[in-house]
């Protein structure tokens, strides 16, 4: 990974119609579900609904064939980084929890030991997976199960035991609800039988495959997903991708290393991303797409895929997509690759209404894109 020494400069407008190419939000693929999580490496998944709709804006097939890929055990959710749900490709849990679940437990190992949860962890791992027997059950079951068998009590164990139990790759959320906007508990030991070996998996479109250990003896998996985080979230820094991944600056510098597929480029003010050479050929071409209008759901990797967003939200601006800074992020609106408003519906008898709420006034032409992405957006399976 070796930058050229006449390295492209792009201005924010240019990063930020590149990332929605990056994405496959301008030319959505002819895929499945599971290769859009793997081209992005993981999708954020604090709000299921809004992540299905996430995966199905990639796709030209929108949200068909979604719950399948839950069902069948071809995508998975848990926490496999940062403390915060995700969508990941199946393959990948056992690998991506064997680097990254220690370094979460040892994040929240105060709470941990406040709430008594290694006290009775044991306990409830057995008293789950008893559970779980006779198929998936939703999280309400097993937190019932605790309750039972007297493992409860304190206030926010029955959360801390599920997120440990996850951590360890016990336990992690499969099939979808009946309504999808939530999943069933599975044993990964079950619903994942076949561990991965030589620490592999599929590969992604545009990926390279998985990597060999270098002299610093990163794992295989960090250099795959950083691979595709780059390449999927391009342009992006190397620092924004160790935010993201929550590893070591170090370690990621060190993955990065081994990369030959990802080329540099400078922003304005002469910092270094990273993105596919793909994506700067097929940009000139792609560029009048990308400016265009996008509805984008809540929590989606456009926005929270980045430590940075300076390219595409104004810092004044920054607060309007999460009120209150709860952490709770709002649907955007993408236009000229900027975030330029929020959105949401208004639910009425004869057909749900696209409400807009933009930073500033819309034009007509961008308001009448904006009525027909609305109408273009994935329905939930």
Request: glycine share 10%; hydrophobic share 45%; charged share 25%.
């Amino acid at each position: 990974m070796t930058a050229a020494p006449d390295v492209p400069v792009l201005t924010d407008r240019e990063v930020g119609l590149a990332r929605l190419v990056s994405h496959g939000l301008v030319a959505p693929a002819d895929v499945a579900p599971e290769d859009v999580v793997r081209r992005l490496g993981a999708v954020q998944a604090q709000d299921l609904p809004g992540a299905l709709v996430a995966v199905g804006l990639r796709r030209a097939a929108g949200a068909a064939g979604l719950r399948e890929a839950f069902d069948e055990a071809r995508v998975v959710r848990t926490w496999p980084m940062r403390g915060t749900l995700h969508l990941v490709p199946a393959e990948e849990l056992r690998p991506w929890l064997a680097v990254l679940g220690p370094r979460t437990a040892a994040s929240v190992a105060a709470r941990r030991r406040a709430l008594g949860v290694d006290e009775v962890l044991d306990a409830a791992r057995g008293t789950a997976l008893a559970a779980l027997r006779h198929g998936p059950q939703p999280r309400e079951r097993l937190h019932a199960a605790w309750e039972e068998a007297g493992l409860l009590g304190v206030p926010g164990r029955a959360y801390h035991l599920m997120f440990a139990l996850h951590l360890e790759a016990t336990l992690c959320l499969g099939p979808l609800t009946g309504d999808a906007r939530d999943q069933l508990v599975v044993p990964v030991a079950d619903w994942l039988p076949v561990p991965v070996t030589g620490d592999a998996g599929p590969a992604a479109p545009g990926d390279a495959g998985p990597a060999a250990p270098g002299d610093e003896g990163v794992p295989p998996v960090v250099v795959r997903w950083l691979r595709r985080y780059l390449r999927g979230h391009g342009p992006v820094s190397l620092d924004d991708a160790a935010r993201w991944s929550a590893l070591p600056k170090s370690v990621v510098r060190a993955a990065a290393a081994g990369l030959d597929d990802v080329v540099a480029v400078h922003d304005r003010r002469g910092r270094e991303l990273w993105c596919a050479p793909e994506v700067l050929e097929e940009l000139p071409r792609a560029a009048r797409r990308a400016a265009g209008v996008f509805l984008l759901p809540s929590f989606d990797e456009f926005v929270l895929g980045y430590g940075d967003r300076s390219h595409v939200l104004a810092e004044d601006r920054a607060a309007r997509i999460v009120p209150g800074g709860n952490g709770v992020f709002r649907p955007v609106v993408v236009a000229g690759g900027r975030i330029v408003g929020t959105w949401g519906r208004r639910r009425r008898a004869a057909g749900d209404e696209l409400v807009l709420e933009p930073f500033e006034e819309l034009s007509p032409a961008r308001r009448r894109a904006a009525e027909r992405a609305f109408a273009r957006l994935p329905a939930l399976p």
